[in-house]
């Protein structure tokens, strides 16, 4: 059973930046396509970014293209967000995720493993 934890959350003013940190247990990460998905309150959880289980794919939604970069390192079995220009839309729960390999990146059925979240509030 492969657990995940997210950390790096917390209240930032718009424009500025944060690193979401998500360590993975129980299995090598290398074994998963790994993504990040967001909800806010009162809305359906949302894709956000998602790479390829070598790193070598990676997959952004539209609202966030340019201003974030997901990335992996598997050796140290953890996956990242860094998230530049923050906007006050961006506020939301964010959920690191994990996916058997065979699936769509963007897809959130795809992923069958989920963190716990953690809080992201940019203020205006």
């Known amino acids: 059973q492969v657990q995940l934890v997210e950390s790096g959350g917390g209240l930032v003013q718009a424009g500025g930046s944060l690193r979401l940190s998500c360590a993975v247990s129980?299995?090598?990460?290398?074994?998963?396509?790994m993504g990040w998905f967001r909800q806010a309150p009162g809305k359906e959880r949302e894709f956000v970014a998602a790479?390829?289980?070598?790193?070598?794919?990676?997959k952004y939604s539209d609202s966030v293209k340019g201003r974030f970069t997901i990335s992996r390192d598997n050796a140290k079995n953890t996956l990242y967000l860094q998230m530049y220009s923050l906007k006050p839309e961006d506020t939301a729960v964010y959920y690191c995720?994990?996916?058997?390999?065979?699936?769509?990146?963007?897809?959130?059925?795809?992923?069958?493993?989920w963190g716990q979240g953690t809080q992201v509030t940019v203020s205006s």
């Open positions: 790479i390829s289980w070598s790193g070598f794919i990676t």
């Open positions: 995720a994990a996916a058997d390999l065979g699936g769509v990146l963007t897809a959130i059925l795809s992923y069958g493993y």
């Open positions: 129980g299995r090598t990460v290398s074994s998963y396509n």
